[in-house]
């Protein structure tokens, strides 16, 4: 069984752009990637007193963090991935729910 994340993640509407506009197949997006700025205090805080430089491309002049991130739709098949981490399919389900804010 696939146990892991979506293989198309978030290409489909690439890889099968032909067949979806035709109507022919219907894939929608499990992970959505993005660039995202961080204004964390901390960093803020280290840029004005000169403990850490800006360099226009990760770290900007006001302190902001340049990043990028992903959302992954719930796409896995858990009882499948908790055996190939040899542990339980109920402690995998908890720690994923504590990790992820209650996400899952």
Do not use: C, N
């Not at 994340?5 to 509407?13: A, E, T, Y």
């Not at 506009?21 to 960093?43: C, K, M, Q």
Request: proline share 7%.
């Amino acid at each position: 069984a696939i146990v892991s994340l979506d293989p198309w993640g978030h290409l489909p509407q690439e890889i099968f752009a032909k067949r979806m506009a035709s109507g022919e197949l219907d894939v929608r997006p499990t992970i959505s990637v993005t660039r995202s700025h961080l204004d964390l205090p901390e960093i803020k805080e280290a840029v004005s007193v000169g403990r850490l430089t800006p360099d226009a491309k990760f770290l900007m002049a006001d302190g902001a963090v340049v990043t990028t991130k992903a959302a992954i739709e719930p796409v896995w098949h858990l009882p499948g991935v908790a055996r190939r981490f040899g542990v339980e399919e109920s402690h995998l389900r908890r720690v994923l729910y504590e990790h992820t804010g209650g996400m899952f």
